[in-house]
């Protein structure tokens, strides 16, 4: 194989990356170490210097301290432990890999979320002496709140109890009862010992009774290509391309989904609809684009489009809201101040936004939900919160691209949160008059109903809410009037779409039909 089959076969490779976790002195950074030098990935002037600094600094007896390797702040290198994120490339014959070496500390949990944030998988260590503990639990659910489909829990040290089968076993049962209670679809189990190199990369003769793969077989083979959205088309517009007269191009990332020359898409929120023309890319037209590919889009037809707009196939919208509920995660060392006025940066627009209400804060470390009004530094909660202008979003387990998002300090540019979107608001949370079913439907609006090729589904993912009565029966009919118009005007700021209807005259059978149709109807009941 000459050189330019090697690269060009490299670059076909694809990509993991992955974090390690678990608590102080697990082994984290001794682990990727380890994996490193069996993997022959460390160069002679790299194992030299860390023969010298484990002499020097190590904390291992004399013999090789992997830990170093990773530990490279000098703070880090007296105590022992990780306070920043380490990210290591390395590569083998048939993958890529970016490690994330994430600390353990709780008061670090920023800095773990962070090295998170982008990964397909996580190795969280337990040391086989004391099992699962607190921060074991923590990480976990961490990691689960960030969308990481893929755990590995690797028993470490099990040279220390002796290779003993058993132990591995109990701790075992012990994790997959606890991960129950979390969204964890792949989970995988190994013991082995990062010191002396059990299972990490060759499997070890200590102990016949595993007869899974070690692992770097597990890294290397894990399934990872089924986590990317391939369904749901989003191209948030980052920069539009205007060379000359003759070319208008429109640049950014596919976040999910799969666009074709020829597809016809949807601008949001315009609305307006037109057909690709063509992928370009540096090195020529593409007939298809998917995640996390970078290209520009030229269309058929002349639409005004800026940065911060988005791109979709018109049958498959997401949603389209103000208000929503996510789950923030603080990263400012000042406490929140619900007063403030935070940038929102979101895929590739930013806009102003207010934190309405801390629903709950959540004790990472018991899964508890605490009453609060405020987060401090590294804390977690779910929250209410409302952006000056509609956002182009979807749930983050659904869609981690745009489903995420990190709020801005104003006045320090700082950082203050990074949020993972649950759902926006349904109208019953709105602060509004008690919203009431319609006890009955009639016969009539049922045969309506069911002569539609719409379904209800559809038209609330078009119009972005859900068909809702409010029913307004307190004062005069002018106190109904104002009421309901003072409402409707809410609803409208909110992007919502709503119909007042002060005569029930045309029957309960036409405010049914609007209501399965997505409209919000205020409904007056006249004496």
């Not at 000459?2 to 608590?23: M, V």
């Not at 002195?25 to 210097?49: F, M």
């Not at 018991?366 to 979807?394: C, G, Q, W, Y």
């Amino acid at each position: 194989m000459d050189i330019k089959d090697f690269l060009d076969q490299d670059e076909q490779k694809d990509l993991l990356r992955f974090l390690t976790a678990g608590s102080v002195d697990d082994g984290k950074s001794t682990l990727i170490g380890r994996l490193l030098y069996d993997s022959k990935l460390i160069y002679e002037d790299q194992l030299a210097a860390l023969a010298r600094d484990s002499k020097r600094v190590g904390s291992v007896g004399g013999e090789i301290d992997y830990a170093l390797l990773l530990d490279g702040l000098k703070a880090e290198r007296e105590q022992g432990i990780t306070i920043d994120v380490a990210y290591r490339y390395f590569s083998t014959s048939k993958r890529k890999f970016i490690i994330a070496d994430t600390p353990g500390h709780e008061q670090y949990t920023r800095n773990m979320v962070t090295g998170a944030s982008t990964a397909n998988l996580a190795v969280i260590l337990a040391d086989a002496r004391t099992g699962i503990i607190t921060q074991t639990r923590r990480h976990s659910f961490l990691i689960s709140l960030l969308g990481i489909k893929h755990i590995i829990l690797a028993v470490n040290k099990m040279d220390l109890v002796d290779y003993d089968q058993q132990v591995f076993d109990d701790i075992c049962q012990e994790y997959g009862e606890f991960v129950t209670r979390l969204k964890i679809p792949d989970l995988h189990f190994i013991p082995l010992s990062a010191l002396k190199g059990d299972n990490v990369v060759e499997k070890s003769a200590k102990m016949p009774w595993y007869t899974g793969q070690p692992l770097l077989e597990i890294l290397e083979s894990i399934y990872i290509t089924s986590d990317r959205n391939f369904i749901d088309f989003r191209f948030p517009v980052q920069y539009v391309q205007r060379p000359d007269a003759d070319f208008r191009g429109f640049s950014g990332q596919v976040a999910a989904g799969v666009v074709r020359a020829g597809d016809e898409i949807m601008v949001l929120p315009s609305l307006k609809k037109s057909r690709v023309k063509n992928i370009t890319t540096f090195d020529g037209n593409l007939d298809c684009a998917f995640p996390p590919e970078s290209v520009t889009l030229t269309l058929e037809d002349e639409i005004d489009i800026s940065r911060g707009d988005m791109l979709v196939h018109p049958n498959n919208l997401p949603r389209t809201d103000q208000t929503f509920e996510a789950m923030l995660v603080w990263m400012d060392e000042k406490p929140m101040d619900i007063s403030t006025a935070f940038f929102l940066k979101h895929t590739t627009q930013t806009t102003r936004a207010r934190i309405d209400k801390v629903r709950y804060q959540t004790d990472v470390n018991t899964l508890r939900k605490i009453d609060t009004e405020e987060l401090a530094l590294n804390e977690i909660a779910r929250v209410t919160i409302t952006a000056s202008r509609p956002l182009f979003f979807d749930p983050y387990m659904k869609n981690r691209n745009t489903g995420s998002f990190i709020l801005i300090d104003p006045v320090t540019n700082f950082t203050s949160a990074v949020g993972m979107i649950i759902d926006r608001i349904s109208s019953d949370d709105l602060k509004k008059p008690v919203t009431t079913e319609l006890e009955s439907v009639p016969e009539k609006t049922e045969k309506m109903r069911s002569s539609s090729l719409v379904s209800l589904a559809e038209w609330e993912q078009l119009l972005g809410q859900k068909g809702e009565i409010i029913e307004i029966k307190d004062g005069t009919l002018e106190e109904k009037r104002k009421k309901a118009q003072i409402m409707q005007r809410e609803l409208f700021e909110q992007g919502k779409i709503s119909i007042i209807i002060d005569d029930i005259t045309p029957g309960e059978e036409l405010v049914a039909l609007l209501n399965r149709h997505g409209i919000i109807v205020i409904l007056l009941r006249v004496p």
